[in-house]
């Protein structure tokens, strides 16, 4: 099934065809209206030289009028097997269809409406037939059923002519054009963004991002600068400066050779102070009874430190370099760097 692009906006259709993928684009007067353009015969040129396959109006009111339209635009140096004539139904309109292709014109009769006119449309030799699905169905009618019709008559008869699913207004729309199988579909880029969207599909791709960074990324990569830090020897008030400072919620202990000998931790000064009262952030913190923290190497993947938080049930982990303190991370470190 080809993808058209629906549009008249150039900054999106140049962004719509960075994909790659797309067949071609269809346009009208009433988008390029709404788009303030009025240079026509200048914006088709260009658009012309963006797009694989181009579908324009060709205008007029008898069958004379639209082949003469049709082959003016030809004369501004289109290429006739890359430019498609969009004609709207009418006895006239098949009239023209039939002289235009006989003249190796490339013909997409649109504004269809009924199996009759798609009839009218694949006899006259249409290389596309274009019913309105959301148009039909804001008057009540069974659209889906319509372009079924034509696609089954296509088929049936083998009729050299590629029903466009169009007037596409949602995802949906796009889902129930694959199902009946229709050989075109033209889609607006704000629907078109949304295809590959899903929400399962989201939560399964940042878990792979997620997963690869842990086995990729090392503790040091995401440790920040600053290494919250204090000796035995100096006061709790002095440790609750350096985890101010730090942006911690807790703070190194370490020994002269700057060897890790314990942490103090927020949860730490609140059970101090409920047990002690206010004035035991003078004491040295060498007066409390330190445990071993729970270290790092720099040169780990943040896997293992992941796995370590997990195991510990910890918020923090002192980051240690040859044994040295060179820094901490937490969870919030992880997570930011999962984000």
């Known amino acids: 099934m080809e993808l058209y692009l629906d549009s008249a906006d150039i900054k999106e259709i140049e962004e719509a065809f960075k994909l790659g993928s797309i067949a071609g684009l269809t346009t009208t007067p009433t988008f390029m209206h709404r788009h303030g353009i009025t240079d026509i015969d200048g914006t088709i040129l260009k658009l012309a030289k963006i797009v694989p396959v181009l579908q324009i109006e060709a205008l007029g009111q008898t069958s004379d009028e639209i082949v003469k339209e049709a082959l003016r635009q030809d004369a501004l140096g289109l290429d006739r097997s890359k430019t498609v004539y969009k004609i709207p139904i009418s006895l006239e309109g098949v009239k023209a269809c039939r002289i235009l292709v006989d003249q190796g014109f490339l013909v997409n009769i649109h504004l269809v409406y009924t199996l009759q006119q798609a009839y009218m449309a694949m006899n006259a030799g249409a290389t596309y037939v274009c019913p309105l699905v959301g ?53 607006p880029w704000k629907i078109m963004k949304q295809l590959t969207e899903n929400h399962f599909t989201s939560i399964g791709t ?9 086995m990729t990324l090392r503790v040091g990569d995401i440790m920040g600068s600053i290494n919250p830090k204090v000796k035995a020897s100096q006061s709790i008030s002095d440790a609750l400066v350096a985890m101010t400072e730090g942006g911690f919620g807790a703070v190194s202990i370490v020994d002269d050779n700057d060897k890790a000998i314990g942490i103090f931790t927020d949860g730490d000064l609140r059970r101090l ?9 003078s004491n040295a913190l060498s007066s409390l009874e330190m445990k071993a923290p729970q270290t790092i190497d720099s040169s780990e ?21 040859s044994e040295k303190v060179v820094g901490m991370i937490d969870v919030q470190d992880i997570l930011k760097a999962n984000a």
């Open 135 to 187: 148009r039909l169905q804001d008057q009540g009618h069974d659209a889906l059923s319509l372009v079924q019709q034509c696609v089954e008559a296509v088929n049936y008869y083998g009729y050299d002519t590629k029903i466009m699913f169009s007037s596409v207004r949602n995802v949906e729309h796009v889902k129930n054009a694959i199902n009946i199988g229709v050989h075109t579909v033209t889609v």
């Open 206 to 214: 940042q878990e792979f991002f997620e997963h690869t960074r842990l």
């Open 273 to 281: 102070v409920s047990s002690k009262g206010g004035s035991a952030i």
């Open 301 to 321: 993947l943040l896997y293992a430190a992941h796995a370590l938080l997990r195991e510990k049930q910890i918020d923090t982990l002192v980051v240690t370099q």
